[in-house]
């Protein structure tokens, strides 16, 4: 896997600035980098393929949690 430091991650548009925010960056080879902003680059990364990227948005868009403060 390419070193995170060198992808362009993008932080959710549901990040409210307290630190528990998601970002996501594509890879060199098309799949999808997924990490906790709170860990940065020395955290722990998932991958996922570009379809099960897509697909997981798409049931997370159907299914939205109710937000506690």
């Known amino acids: ?4 430091h060198a992808l362009l991650w993008r932080r959710s ?3 409210v600035g307290d630190g528990n925010c ?6 060199p080879d098309g ?8 860990r940065g680059d020395g955290g722990p990364i998932l991958t996922f393929s570009a379809a ?5 948005l798409k049931q997370a ?3 939205v949690p109710s937000r506690t403060a």
């Open 13 to 15: 548009t549901f990040c």
């Open 61 to 63: 868009k159907t299914e």
């Open 31 to 38: 799949n999808i980098a997924v990490r906790d902003t709170k």
């Open 22 to 27: 998601v970002e996501a960056a594509r890879m």
């Open 52 to 56: 099960a990227f897509d697909a997981l």
């Open 1 to 4: 896997m390419q070193a995170a």
